[in-house]
């Protein structure tokens, strides 16, 4: 049997700082983000999808994609994130299926995915519950800009490209407040794994 579990959030909400908590205590996470890395690796189908949508411009030297360009003209510009999305996410969800069902088919009872397009790209079909990672906007944008260096501006950007976080809180089975140290976020995520019986 086993169930998994959606993490999701938005970006720098701190979902892979949770996940990185959760394989600490052992658990398996297929990661979203991971996979949107592994299935445009040179080679791949969808690799060649992407090159030909969007030409040879945002490759690197060597071959690979080059995300810092994709990034911006994708944040920048809806028509063109639906078109990388529509290319990308089939393959995500078909690498994530097979890493998930391969972890509860070796027995694992729990096995979590981290998916931040959770909400939007409708995908709660593929987990059994959702835990939803929530900071306050001013706290996403500040965690964003620093990590990313990013400008105020083009940091906004991303966090408009997705669901609003207030609106994801609605949405979800439970919510984790990242707002405060990372200690009182692992005592949340605990409190919850132990009221649904995972630990
Ligand atoms: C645009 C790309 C090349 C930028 O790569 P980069 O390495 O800089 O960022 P990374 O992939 O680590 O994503 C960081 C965060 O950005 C946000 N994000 C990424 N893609 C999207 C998108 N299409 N729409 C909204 N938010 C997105 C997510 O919160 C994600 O956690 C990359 O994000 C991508 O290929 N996106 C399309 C696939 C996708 O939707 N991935 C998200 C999970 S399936
Ligand atoms: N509770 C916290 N206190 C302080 N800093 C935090 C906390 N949680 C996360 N951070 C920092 O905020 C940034 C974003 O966190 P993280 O990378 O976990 O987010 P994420 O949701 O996985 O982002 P993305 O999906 O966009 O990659 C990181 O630099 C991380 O170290």
Same mark, same amino acid.
């Given at each position: 049997?086993?169930?998994?579990?959606?993490?999701?959030?938005?970006?720098?909400?701190?979902?892979?700082?949770?996940?990185?908590?959760?394989?600490?205590?052992?658990?398996?996470?297929? =990661?979203?983000?991971?996979?949107?890395? !592994?299935?445009?690796?040179?080679?791949?189908?969808?690799?060649?999808?992407?090159?030909? !949508?969007f030409g040879e411009d945002i490759l690197l030297t060597e071959g690979n994609i080059d995300r810092v360009k994709l990034g911006s003209i994708i944040f920048n510009d809806q028509e063109k994130r639906l078109l990388l999305n529509g290319i990308v996410h089939p393959a995500v969800r078909n690498w994530m299926r097979v890493k998930t069902e391969a972890a509860l088919s070796s027995g694992e009872e729990t096995v979590f995915m981290d998916i931040p397009l959770l909400f939007e790209s409708k995908l709660t079909f593929m987990v059994d519950k959702t835990l939803l990672i929530y900071v306050d906007e001013q706290v996403q944008l500040e965690r964003l800009m620093n990590r990313n260096?990013?400008?105020?501006?083009?940091?906004? !950007?991303?966090?408009?490209?997705?669901?609003?976080?207030? =609106?994801?809180?609605?949405? !979800?089975?439970?919510?984790?407040?990242?707002?405060g140290d990372i200690n009182e976020t692992k005592r949340q995520v605990k409190g919850i794994l132990s009221e649904w019986y995972v630990i």
């Open positions: 049997m086993g169930q998994i579990i959606g993490i999701t959030g938005g970006i720098a909400s701190g979902k892979s700082t949770v996940s990185l908590y959760l394989q600490e205590l052992g658990f398996t996470i297929v =990661d979203a983000d991971l996979a949107s890395r !592994a299935v445009v690796e040179p080679g791949e189908e969808a690799y060649h999808q992407v090159v030909e !949508a260096g990013l400008s105020e501006t083009e940091a906004l !950007a991303r966090i408009n490209s997705q669901m609003p976080l207030a =609106d994801k809180k609605a949405l !979800a089975d439970a919510v984790i407040d990242n707002n």
